[in-house]
């Protein structure tokens, strides 16, 4: 197997990737209980030697509800019923998904309501309140 090149700058060799396979669910025919097409990735992030401290915690915090306990980002591929097939399509998702968690997320900038809006949302708080004191049975207009 051949590195997983994730951007420029990160390459992952192949003996931080584990996998395994394991029978598929979905069509199949006659073959469906005999082979073991689905692929299982995984890529322990705290383990892994090729990621620099900034890169590991950025992932762990990105990825954190994709991890398993021990840390690994676990991908599933049986979209296929090839075993080569459903491995490259795993390897492509995990490209992805640690691209993805690697992109710099864009700092929101602060802005101030126009004055429009802050007269339209007095204006239905005044509305609010006039409501209310009609409930009440001591409305003065």
Known sequence: MEPLRVNSRLV?????????????????GQKVNKTASQV????SVPESAC???RRR???LRALKGRL??????????QRH???????????QRL?????EALKPKKARKATKPTRASQERRMEAKRQRGRRKQERGGRFEP
């Open 12 to 28: 992952i060799p192949p003996g931080e990737l584990k996998v395994s396979f394991a029978r598929s669910s979905g069509p199949g």
């Open 51 to 53: 990621l620099g401290e």
């Open 57 to 59: 915690e950025l992932l």
């Open 95 to 99: 490209g992805e998904a640690l691209r």
């Open 40 to 43: 299982q990735l995984r890529f």
């Open 81 to 91: 019923r090839e075993q080569a097939r459903n491995l490259e399509d795993a390897r």
């Open 68 to 77: 398993t306990d021990a840390g690994e980002l676990l991908i599933r591929a």
